[in-house]
């Protein structure tokens, strides 16, 4: 029997859930990226964790990250070289709450931007 899926901590969800190449879509082309294996090609690739340290991040073992991470890079690929659109939705994920002053991690920019709404919104 399989172990359940653990849900992935997320810092917050992409702005940009979609992207395209430039000549015509066909949306039998689509390659779906979940939200975790976003937030790892985040980490590692634009933030420069080891997989360690997303691992740490995301409450999860390495050894996942590792798995995830190959199959975003490989899906990545499949669109960039294929021209296929990318689509980032759905996964197993729990979103950062942000109710600290920042989780500690590479998430102040999300857990600020949070935080800044709430407060405008109890100012008003």
Do not use: W
């Amino acid at each position: 029997m399989a172990r359940p899926r653990k849900c992935r901590k997320v810092c917050a969800l992409p702005e940009n859930c979609g992207f395209a190449p430039m000549k015509e879509m066909n949306d039998e082309n689509r390659v779906i990226m979940a939200v975790d294996e976003y937030e790892t090609i985040r980490l590692i690739d634009l933030v420069g964790y080891t997989q360690e340290e997303c691992a740490a991040q995301m409450h999860i073992a390495r050894t996942t990250v590792q798995g995830i991470y190959n199959e975003a890079r490989r899906k990545l690929a499949d669109a960039l070289v294929n021209g296929k659109s990318l689509h980032i939705e759905g996964g197993d994920f729990d979103l950062c709450e942000g109710d600290s002053l920042h989780c500690g991690k590479k998430c102040e920019k999300f857990c600020y931007k949070k935080r800044k709404m709430e407060n405008i919104s109890k100012e008003m």
